[in-house]
């Protein structure tokens, strides 16, 4: 009756004032604090001098909950391990332990680390901030529940809103917090979101390279599908507003979610299929891809050009077969390709021993060669138990496994979680060595620091931020070739640089591309109203008519 009386109240008055009305009374009832939920986040952690914190969607795919309002919500449950974002959590480790071993840089102060898998989804993103803000144990001794963030700096998140979720968080505080994959504008604006960094470049710049590639082929007659969510819809929005100035008609604009039902990605697909264009721009994050190509491949769907953006255009999204048959001939914009020293030869030593008892670890252990370890325990909170299956002996060889944990060797989010990392170390080095800094460290001072940031990296690429914390922006150029072995392989042909002078930042090499339908060759010419556009295949001749964007009828 009494909760009754108060939600209904809650209907007329903000739940947060009773909330302020009832906290003096809970802590005159009860001398201590009492954490509230269960601790079912899964992560990897060490301790250290300074903590940072680090959000990475290693799992994908959240069960559906019953949020009734009733009980206390049961354990989340994440279905898709990722083996490239546990990479990125490997990789955090990787850089953080090379710093504790320079002793130029930081010297006697040691990094540590508080990593959560956050399963790509804004409300666990947001815990795991609040877990950051103020870590408590199932009891805390001060009465009050005042702590001060147990982590310096925050790296993350794994995807746009996610990050909009965190930043928006944390503002308050001034806690710094740098992305290596979230790319929305609306990231860049200083007044909402003070203490937001990223090492990958804003969308702004990737949709001004997407729209001169678009240009540069002559394509004025496209179709278009984005991720419903922050990173599609703002990133499109700005990709249709520069391309219309272009003089480019848009057949469709579609928008999907890997949340969306099975009929709507039905409905998507065969916009696809019945739309006037095959030249499809795809400004989608990887998993929401993924589910679109592979209802593409189920329906045998082919000869679509795809262009891509940078969060799925350097993924594999499907079996090697399929790729071949469904990408080949796509192009896009990439984050540039590096190698880093000692990573590969770091992650080759990743083993369950050397994380005692860790079950992402452990998890990452069993998916990689299809067994179960036996000294650990087969269940967690969030995970459901695991069916009978060939034990792991632990004498397995990650060398072995064939996963994009293991066989990639030249990378490029990745190197943005390194470049992020060492980013907030040397803004600590600077601090610690110009301030006077007593028990804890101040926020609004790394800020500073974090902003007036500048380092060469160990392959001699040169990283600061621009006033709203972006990176110098620079992409390649990819196309989808096929390989020797029936896939393909991702060749680079060109680079943007947004740094460069006016007409100066487009280079591509035309003459070593593969297209789609096997295309070598376009030319044009106008005629009255209308674009003619000849293709010359090896195969085939055909000519696409692309009318002014304000005439109805189009034909091919």
Not at 487 to 504: E, F, N
């Amino acid at each position: 009756m009494e909760l009754q009386l108060l939600l209904t109240m809650c209907r007329l008055i903000p739940c947060w004032f009773f909330l302020l009305l009832l906290a003096p009374t809970c802590l005159l009832k009860k001398p201590s604090c009492w954490r509230w939920g269960t601790d079912d986040l899964l992560g990897v952690s060490k301790d250290g001098d300074i903590l940072l914190g680090g959000i990475f969607s290693v799992h994908a795919n959240v069960e559906p909950q019953d949020l009734s309002f009733e009980t206390q919500p049961k354990p989340i449950v994440c279905k898709t391990f990722r083996y490239r974002l546990f990479r990125f959590v490997m990789t955090m480790i990787f850089a953080i332990e090379e710093i504790n071993r320079d002793d130029q840089l930081l010297p006697n102060v040691s990094l540590g680390y508080r990593i959560y898998d956050t399963c790509g989804t804004p409300p666990i993103s947001v815990k795991a901030a609040f877990d950051f803000l103020n870590r408590l144990g199932k009891i805390a001794s001060n009465p009050t529940c005042k702590r001060v963030p147990n982590v310096s700096a925050i790296i993350g998140d794994s995807g746009s809103s996610q990050s909009l979720a965190v930043a928006d968080l944390i503002s308050t505080f001034r806690i710094p917090m740098v992305s290596y994959v979230s790319t929305c504008v609306c990231l860049s604006n200083r007044k909402e979101y003070p203490s937001f960094f990223r090492t990958i470049p804003s969308d702004y710049f990737q949709v001004r390279a997407l729209a001169q590639l678009v240009n540069h082929f002559g394509w004025t007659w496209i179709g278009t599908i984005k991720s419903d969510d922050d990173y599609g819809n703002f990133g499109m929005q700005a990709f249709l507003k520069i391309v219309r100035s272009l003089g480019v008609c848009i057949a469709f604009s579609d928008s999907f979610h890997k949340s969306y039902s099975k009929e709507k990605l039905l409905k998507t697909i065969d916009t696809i299929k019945t739309a006037s264009t095959t030249v499809v721009v795809a400004f989608l994050s990887q998993s929401d891809m993924a589910i679109l190509l592979r209802q593409i491949a189920l329906q045998n769907v082919t000869g679509i050009q795809w262009i891509g953006s940078e969060a799925w255009i350097t993924t594999f999204p499907l079996p090697p077969a399929e790729s071949r048959r469904f990408l080949t001939g796509a192009i896009g914009i990439a984050i540039r390709k590096v190698h880093l020293p000692g990573l590969k030869e770091f992650l080759m030593q990743v083993h369950p021993s050397l994380f005692p008892g860790n079950l992402l670890v452990k998890e990452f252990w069993e998916k990689s060669f299809s067994c179960t370890l036996e000294n650990m325990e087969n269940k967690t909170a969030g995970r459901k138990p695991k069916s009978e299956s060939q034990r792991c002996t632990a004498k397995e060889e990650l060398r072995a496994a064939q996963n994009i944990f293991t066989t990639v060797t030249e990378y490029r989010v990745t190197y943005n979680v390194y470049k992020a990392t060492y980013a907030i170390a040397h803004a600590l080095h600077n601090m610690l060595t110009c301030e006077t800094v007593n028990q804890s460290i101040s926020f609004q001072k790394l800020l500073y620091y974090l902003q007036t940031v500048k380092f060469t990296t160990k392959i001699g690429e040169t990283v600061s931020f621009d006033e709203n914390g972006d990176p110098v922006p620079t992409y390649d150029i990819v196309n989808w070739q096929p390989d020797a072995f029936g896939s393909t392989k991702i060749v680079t042909v060109g680079y943007y640089d947004g740094s460069a002078l006016p007409g100066q930042e487009f280079v591509i090499n035309k003459d070593e591309m593969i297209w789609t339908g096997a295309q070598v060759k376009m030319f044009t010419h106008d005629h009255p109203n209308k674009t003619i556009q000849y293709y010359i295949t090896e195969d085939v001749h055909s000519d696409h008519v692309a009318y002014d964007c304000s005439l109805k009828n189009r034909s091919n």
